[in-house]
Every structure is written in structure tokens, then in C-alpha cells.
């Protein structure tokens, strides 16, 4: 374990070794059994801040994905946000929990739990929020789980933004990738839902069978087919090195991602996200499950990066 407050480094025998920064709480490297790093990432904290909308590996939050007009009402008071992405708020707002630092609040050899305490109204959130993450990796798993409590009714939606390249680099093209969806919500043209559950045939992520990405442009969210209980949310291959993941999660929703909009010193197209998570604008979509969290209750949530 390294005793740097910045950065931790996490290993198992034989494993995967992974390295967090307290910045974001952010994943840097994933590096896989055969000693690829199949994680995009920066080396240092500065290019992280050069490049604040990339999200490269960052825990995000308050609340993940967008919600219209930045602007949601919550037991009848309306609550303003920051309009960072098309006149919406996306990801918790200009400085969401990505562009924190957040503390070390346990950790040994293969385990590390950060913590951020956001104060009330930070980015427009009503609540004081306490909110830990903790990385695990068990073998060849890594287990990313969330907690947080709030003393006033807020809105929680976290997840990990890690780009994922099989390959280590280039494009993600040839990577093949199955999703265990058959629903997904359609999206006007500012990323936000029309409202409607649709069936993924004939739609850009009807992955359903595992088919190469080829030229897929996606940033869309997929409703998981079981709807309880940690069940498996994706799998992706590579099928030049042979190297696999799987992405099993408690959450009810994935956003698939393949990094359009990346800068230098990565292409578009270098990585894909899959962002366990509630829907895109969930505040404001009664019909969609609930993204409130109230004094007394816990919001929790795992999933399971498997190679």
C-alpha cells in the first residue's frame, strides 16, 4: 500500500493491481493479470484538470447523467443547477464530485474506502451528503461500492466513469460487447429522455447478441432485463488478446459510452464507458425508480468489474 495521500495502489496475488487517486476518487490504472493496463487515465492530476470533461475514471455525483434544464422540484420546493452540457446538468454539475479531493478513510494491501462530505446547496443539491466509495479487488474482480446519508431529502445518483480499452490502446472498435438489456430509454437531442420505454430492435444498442462496436457512436442508457439483486449488466471482449470484462451491478440502469468527445492525448473512440447507474433525469420522471435519498435511509450500491 503506498502511504501517499494522493494516490494508493491496490494488489492481489496474481490479480489486478489498481491505482486510485484522491482526486475524484479516481481510477487510474487498471492493470489486468498478464500486466496490460486496460484503463485510459492521466499521469497526473494537473492533465486531470486540463481535461475536466473527459471524467476519465472519476466517481461521479451528486448526480450522474443529466437532468433537464438543471432544474428538478423536491416535496414542492424547486431546486436550481448548474447548465453544464447543453442546458442541462450533467454529472453533478461544473464541479461535481470529479473535480474533489476526497480522504482516505480506511485502507490495506487490496481494499481503500475515500470519503467527501458535500455541504448543503454544493451545485444547487439541497442536503448535506456524506458519501464514501470503496475499491476492493478480490482475485480478478474489483468491486466499486457506494454509501451515502444525507440530513435533508436530496437526489443520489453515483457511479465510476472508467474508460475501458482491452486492447491497452487505440481504438475500442473491435472490442465485442453484449448487453443484458432488451429496453432502453430513448433520448432527445441534448441527452435527456423522452419518457417512453422502448425496445433496443433495431436501435443503435441492441447488443442483446454480442456484435463488434465497430463504428458505434453511443452515449445512451439501457434498462438491465432482471430488475433486483447484483446481476450481470455487460460483458466486452477483445478478442485479439483474448481479454474479457464483465460488469455486474445492483443498479437498474447502464450508460454506454465510447468516449466521442475524448481529448488529446486519446482519440475518440479509445475507450468505452459503462456507467452503472439510475436513468438520466429520474428527479423529474415520476415513472422512472426513485432517485430519493431522505434523512435516515441509506443509499447503497455495488458492482463488480470481473476479467
Not at 480506511?106 to 470519503?115: H, I, K, N
Not at 465485442?176 to 441534448?190: E, G, I, K
Not at 423522452?194 to 443503435?204: F, K, L, Y
Not at 442483446?208 to 458505434?216: A, E, T
Request: with cysteine.
Amino acid at each position: 500500500m503506498s502511504p501517499s495521500r494522493d494516490h494508493w495502489r491496490l494488489a492481489t496475488h496474481d490479480g489486478i493491481e489498481l491505482v486510485v487517486l484522491g482526486y475524484g476518487a479516481t481510477i487510474r490504472e487498471v492493470i489486468v493479470p498478464d500486466g496490460e493496463n486496460v484503463a485510459l487515465g492521466f499521469d497526473t492530476v494537473a492533465e486531470y484538470k486540463a481535461h475536466p470533461d473527459d471524467y476519465l475514471g472519476a466517481t461521479i455525483g451528486r448526480y450522474a447523467n443529466r437532468i433537464a434544464g438543471g432544474r428538478f422540484a423536491l416535496d414542492g420546493r424547486t431546486h436550481e443547477l448548474p447548465r453544464n452540457d447543453r442546458g442541462n446538468c450533467l454529472h453533478g454539475g461544473s464541479r461535481g464530485f470529479d473535480k474533489r479531493m476526497w480522504s482516505c478513510v480506511r485502507a490495506d494491501e487490496s481494499s481503500l474506502t475515500l470519503g467527501y462530505a458535500s455541504p448543503d446547496r454544493e451545485m444547487g443539491f439541497p442536503g448535506t451528503l456524506a458519501v464514501e466509495v470503496t475499491y476492493a479487488v478480490r482475485a480478478s474482480d474489483l468491486h466499486v461500492s457506494f454509501r451515502a446519508t444525507t440530513d435533508a431529502p436530496t437526489v443520489v445518483n453515483l457511479t465510476n466513469h472508467t474508460c475501458w480499452n482491452l486492447a491497452g490502446a487505440g481504438d475500442v472498435r473491435e472490442h465485442v460487447l453484449r448487453l443484458d438489456a432488451s429496453t432502453f430509454t430513448p433520448l432527445d437531442d441534448t441527452g435527456i429522455p423522452t419518457g417512453e420505454t422502448a425496445t433496443v430492435a433495431a436501435s443503435p444498442v441492441d447488443f442483446r447478441d454480442p456484435r463488434p462496436l465497430g463504428d458505434s457512436d453511443l452515449d445512451h442508457n439501457v434498462v438491465l432485463d432482471r430488475e433486483t439483486g447484483l446481476r450481470r449488466a455487460a460483458s466486452l471482449a477483445h478478442p485479439a488478446s483474448g481479454r474479457t470484462l464483465e460488469v455486474w451491478t445492483t443498479e437498474p440502469c447502464l450508460q454506454v459510452w465510447t468516449g466521442g468527445t475524448l481529448h488529446p492525448p486519446y482519440d475518440p473512440g479509445s475507450g468505452i464507458a459503462l456507467e452503472t447507474q439510475h436513468a438520466p433525469d429520474s428527479p423529474n420522471r415520476p415513472g422512472f425508480p426513485s432517485v430519493v435519498l431522505r434523512p435516515g435511509d441509506v443509499f447503497e450500491s455495488t458492482t463488480v468489474f470481473r476479467f
